[in-house]
């Protein structure tokens, strides 16, 4: 057997592998053949680490220490020092060493530290694609107890005591919906997972399927057992290539161990799943449309009741959870409900993974326990803001979500909080900017958005968003009068109770929490000035009722 | 890359035509295989003329209305014959917050089109596309499978030379 004295972990998530991860860990083999050191060095290729806008990034173990942004040129001098002479390479790392020998260990460091992984747990520390290193991670342990020791009815008790929520964007409880698909009339059941993840700014479905894609498949396992459904299909949006070809070789490697197929485990229970590839359209994430999409038509969402619990995919009782939730459950099953109720707060219990983007240091992904404050985030995790710009707002929840401002700073991130604000948790996109951009600017971006993918069944939401993109768009140009902002006011009070689903319900809240939040810098384009100067003034009209 | 599903006689006299049939026969009788059907034939054809639209119904035995239907509602389907390279510049908010309004700006400048647009030689599209997750590397753009993160402004020029 080949003794090896250090592992070097090389992202190749989707992020790092677009900025050349593959062809650095080529070059690195390359180099300690050269050195005659591939004897004793393993290169491990793993899912996300986190730092995503730092990437490419590597950790090379024992000694834990993290290089980032490595180019191909770097790759010598990290062999000849660190593996060869065992000293750091000190402009590439991350955390902060203070001697030739002391060096704050990675999970130390401030990135780090503040997060608690359970859905993250083997990202960036086992190698995605071998089946063997998961389940030598304690993989597949939990399914295998289950269908041991638990009844259906059982999984779902735990599932229901830990207090999980749907972790997609509504944040309905996972055990009920479970339940009332379990309880649904019919034989044929599905389960679906949700990996459209269409809400800009939200990357995190992706990496963690491409960082440990058999945990997600653990949990359809559980969710179907659960439900009792034998067909699982995972709606992967049609961009995501590796996600696509990560999950179809896990399934691969699923079933030929037989944890997919007829009889698991040898038990009774019998479950196989599909991969079904979206093609392009943000409403296809909210569930009705999705099951629209997979049975090949316009993806425009049902009218609900019924839900898909009752009637879902081809009219059979069906459950859509979201790829994060059902990653939550192995651990759910493995540890018990009152260990996840352990983390986070009282009534948003377990962990959030966050993408975290936009005009911040560290962007990447992270997970941190419910109930963590904004402030953290930004400041510990993220690192602040760079160039020595000063933080303005923070998007939660993707674009439908809430704008917050500088007050909100130590509001805690959980489902309650971030409502009372205005806000909510959504997709888990946390979008921060700094006091370059200009609130009437923005508000017209995410219009944009929803202006484009509105799927024009609906008149209130077709016509709503054209109609507030226009008038958001006049404030940009100073030609609105304070009348227009009312207007927007009514229309947005329509909007939130009118369309048939929540792409239209939620687009007005963008715009009507920047325009409370940021109420003077958005009169003051009535008078013809934009106080950030972003906005096009030229052809203002000077405005009396301002 | 196609000029048209074919410039001369029609489909029938396609080169294309035996894969085109191997697709559809692969996926006939399959419920809810319209989408998957028109991805693989996309891939084929590069675009879904008229012509494919109606073999695609008249194979699977659904209502021409339906495949029009779905092809103009996803945004991954396209009518038009497309450039060689389709370049998508992000202008998801993660994007947009890190310039990727003056990204396209400088694209649209260099290549003397507009947005949607194809250039004259037909080798470039140009359109915007949606936030592709790859928001930690903001601003991003791609050229048909190529994805490039951290743009600026300053290297498009270069980044355009290699097609
Ligand atoms: C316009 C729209 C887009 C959505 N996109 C997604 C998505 O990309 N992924 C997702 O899991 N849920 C999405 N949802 C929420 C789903 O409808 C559904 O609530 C969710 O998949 C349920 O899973 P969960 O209970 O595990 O959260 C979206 C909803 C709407 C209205
Ligand atoms: S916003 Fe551009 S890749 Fe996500």
């Not at chain 1, 459950?329 to 409900?337: F, K, L, M, N, V």
């Not at chain 1, 959980?414 to 609130?439: F, N, T």
């Not at chain 2, 998957?36 to 695609?56: M, N, P, T």
């Amino acid at each position: 057997m080949r003794f090896i004295r250090s592992h070097i972990l090389i992202c190749s998530g989707s992020n790092c592998q677009l900025r050349g991860s593959l062809s650095i860990m080529h070059a690195l083999e390359a180099e300690l053949i050269k050195k005659g050191l591939y004897q004793e060095i393993r290169i491990v290729e793993t899912g996300c680490l986190g730092l995503c806008e730092k990437g490419p990034g590597m950790v090379v173990y024992p000694e834990g220490v993290m290089y980032t942004r490595v180019t191909l040129a770097d790759i010598p001098e990290i062999v000849e020092e660190h593996l060869l002479k065992g000293r750091f390479v000190r402009r590439l790392m991350t955390q902060p060493a203070d001697g030739e020998d002391k060096l704050t260990p990675l999970n130390m460091s401030p990135f780090f530290i503040k997060q608690k992984r359970v859905v993250l747990k083997n990202c960036g520390l086992i190698n995605p694609e071998s089946i063997e290193e998961y389940i030598a991670a304690g993989g597949y342990q939990s399914l295998a107890m289950a269908l041991d020791q638990y009844s259906p009815d059982q999984v779902i008790q735990i599932v229901k005591d830990s207090n999980l929520r749907g972790r997609g964007g509504a944040g309905f409880p996972t055990g009920r919906k479970w339940d009332f698909t379990r309880r649904a009339e019919g034989t044929e059941k599905y389960l679906i997972c949700n990996a459209d993840e269409g809400e800009p700014g939200t990357f995190k479905d992706r990496l963690i399927i491409e960082g440990d894609p058999h945990l997600v498949l653990e949990g359809m396992s559980l969710a179907a057992y659960a439900i009792g459904a034998d067909k699982g299909i995972i709606y992967v949006r049609g961009e995501y290539d590796l996600s696509i070809k990560r999950l179809e070789q896990a399934i691969r490697q699923a079933r030929e161990s037989g944890l997919l197929g007829r009889n698991i485990l040898g038990s009774e229970f019998s479950f196989d799943i599909d991969v079904c590839l979206g093609a392009g359209a943000y409403v296809c994430g909210e569930e009705t449309a999705l099951i629209e999409s997979i049975e090949g038509k316009r993806g425009e969402p049902r009218l609900k009741p019924p839900y898909p619990a009752q009637a879902g995919l081809w009219g059979k009782p069906t459950s859509v959870n979201n790829v994060e939730t059902l990653a939550n459950i192995p651990s759910i099953i493995e540890h018990g409900a009152e260990w996840f109720r352990s983390i986070g707060t009282a009534t948003s219990s377990g962990t959030k993974v966050f993408t975290l983007t936009g005009n911040v240091v560290n962007a990447g992904l992270i997970e941190v326990p419910m109930g963590i404050t904004l402030r953290e985030v930004i400041m510990e995790i993220g690192g602040g803001i760079p160039g020595g710009r000063q933080f303005k707002m923070a998007q939660t929840g993707g674009t439908s979500g809430g704008c917050l401002a500088e007050e909100h700073l130590d509001v805690p991130m959980d489902y309650e909080s971030l409502s009372q604000y205005g806000s909510s948790l959504g997709s888990g996109a946390l979008l921060i900017m700094d006091d370059s951009h200009c609130i009437v600017d923005l508000t017209k971006c995410f219009l944009r958005f929803f202006v484009h993918e509105s799927c024009g069944q609906c008149t209130p939401c077709r016509e709503g968003t054209a109609q507030l993109y226009n008038i958001v768009d006049k404030i940009s140009k100073g030609r609105a009068a304070g009348s227009d902002i009312d207007l927007i006011e009514k229309l947005s009070r329509t909007m939130q109770i009118s369309p048939l689903c929540a792409l239209g319900q939620t687009a007005p809240i963008p715009v009507l929490s920047a325009f409370q939040y940021f109420g003077p810098e958005v009169r003051a384009h009535l008078r013809g000035t934009c106080p950030a100067g972003i906005c096009n003034m030229k052809g203002a009209l000077a405005n009396a009722d301002s | 890359m196609t000029t048209s599903a074919c410039g001369c006689g029609g489909l029938h006299t396609d080169p294309r035509l035996p894969e085109l049939e191997a697709v559809l026969s692969e996926f006939k009788g399959n419920r809810g295989a319209l989408i998957q059907v028109l991805h693989k034939v996309q891939s084929i054809f590069g675009y879904l003329s008229d012509e494919v639209q109606e073999r695609v119904a008249e194979a699977l035995d659904v209502p021409l209305s339906e495949v029009y239907g779905v092809a103009t509602f996803y945004s991954l389907f396209s009518l038009k014959p497309q450039g060689q390279y389709k370049i998508g510049v992000c202008l998801g908010t993660a994007c947009y917050v890190r310039g990727a309004q003056q990204v396209l700006n400088e694209i649209e400048k260099q290549l003397g089109i507009k947005l949607n647009d194809t250039s004259d030689d037909g080798k470039f599209t140009l359109e915007v596309t949606r936030c592709i997750g790859a928001c930690g590397l903001a601003p991003v753009m791609t050229i048909n499978e190529d994805v490039y993160g951290r743009v600026e402004v300053g290297t498009i020029a270069e980044i355009l030379k290699k097609y």
